[in-house]
């Protein structure tokens, strides 16, 4: 089973990657670009085949690894 | 219309971050993981409201800033 996890930046924390390529976007010649917020993208292979208990582990290690949840939120999504 | 941006390496080249990521599992006791792969998610508010452009736009802002298609593969997901 595959986990596809994206790591954001909560509302409200700094962003200085968003905004370097905020400005890089614009000084290209880009508009109409309102705001821009970098995160990360992880995929995890794992040989659990149950959901449940996928979703879980997976869970787990985002909140003791993956993720730093004072500024960050996490998104699971599993696909077989 | 917000667009949301997936860069993730292409198959077969290395990704020590992932690697890094998944080291760090099999030392915290995750067990049963395969392998890890490390991208970038990227968030983009656009003003654009129609979607066949907005598409066109964020394709051009990938092809020239956000991935390097030598390396790395997109994938855009639009959403109002």
Do not use: W
């Not at 986990?3 to 508009?31: C, M, N, Y």
């Amino acid at each position: 089973m595959k986990a596809k996890i994206k790591v954001t930046l909560k509302r409200g924390v700094l962003d200085p990657q968003g905004k370097a390529i905020e400005h890089a976007l614009s000084t290209l010649g880009f508009g109409g670009v309102d705001e821009v917020r970098q995160g990360k993208y992880i995929e995890v292979e794992l040989e659990e085949t149950d959901e449940a208990r996928a979703r879980a582990e997976v869970e787990a290690m985002c909140e003791t690894l993956l993720a730093n949840t004072v500024i960050e939120n996490y998104e699971i999504e599993l696909a077989r």
